[in-house]
């Protein structure tokens, strides 16, 4: 049996078609009718009640304020990506400099959770485009990574709005992305095996011929430690 140690060989694996969720974070037509401090309000009052269920004793100073912090991290902080309101703002500029080749953003940080046990997920983003005319500042390719991680999610839904909202903004299929993340609903429950990590792709365009892929994907892997 052949052991496959590249990163090439490893997404090749999986392969271009994957994926099997779909690329939308499915959400109520009525969403968004609820305040954030209302939303704030209800949770907090539905996590009291669980930890009341499990036998915990909410007048303890330790927890009694338990519940309003968990759902004050809920709505501003973990799930704040799923309101649109909070979706980044990705201006772009116009290629003066004529650069043509691949652009690469590497080792973004990835702080999602996982939408079946409400468990951390974390990992590593490493997005590029190829221009067709304009650009990106970098630091918005890191929030739209930081947008759609933040709201309940599976790993390959992330990784198809990562390269769809990249895709709009820079109008150009030429976008790919590879997510390398644990998830700790694996690590730290069921099966408790700590060292696996799930990997992810998604290559639009030119990213999808093999000498272009091989490309991105030997950049990811440089020595890039400062």
Not at 72 to 88: A, Q, R
């Amino acid at each position: 049996m052949k052991v496959n140690n590249s990163l090439e060989e490893k997404i090749d694996i999986y392969g271009d078609d994957h994926v099997g969720s779909s690329a939308i974070t499915p959400l109520r037509p009525d969403a968004f009718e609820l305040s954030n401090p209302k939303k704030i309000e209800m949770i907090e009052e539905k996590v009291g009640e669980i930890l009341e269920i499990l036998g915990m004793d909410l007048t303890d100073d330790s927890i009694k304020g338990t519940p309003k912090r968990v759902a004050k991290m809920y709505v501003n902080e973990i799930f704040s990506g799923l309101h649109p309101d909070n979706k980044p703002k990705a201006s772009t500029f116009s290629n003066n400099y004529k650069y043509g080749e691949i652009l690469v953003e590497k080792n973004i940080t990835v702080y999602s959770t996982c939408e079946h046990h409400l468990l951390p997920i974390v990992g590593k983003a490493h997005v590029a485009y190829i221009s067709k005319g304009t650009v990106v500042g970098l630091s918005k390719m890191n929030r739209i990574v930081q947008y759609y991680s933040q709201r309940p999610q599976v790993q390959e839904r992330l990784t198809l709005q990562i390269v769809d909202e990249l895709k709009k903004v820079l109008g150009t299929e030429d976008v790919a992305c590879v997510i390398d993340a644990k998830h700790l609903c694996v690590n730290s429950r069921g099966i408790k095996d700590i060292s696996s990590s799930t990997i992810t792709s998604e290559f639009g365009g030119a990213f999808k011929t093999k000498e272009t892929k091989r490309e991105f994907l030997d950049y990811i892997q440089l020595d890039t430690e400062f």
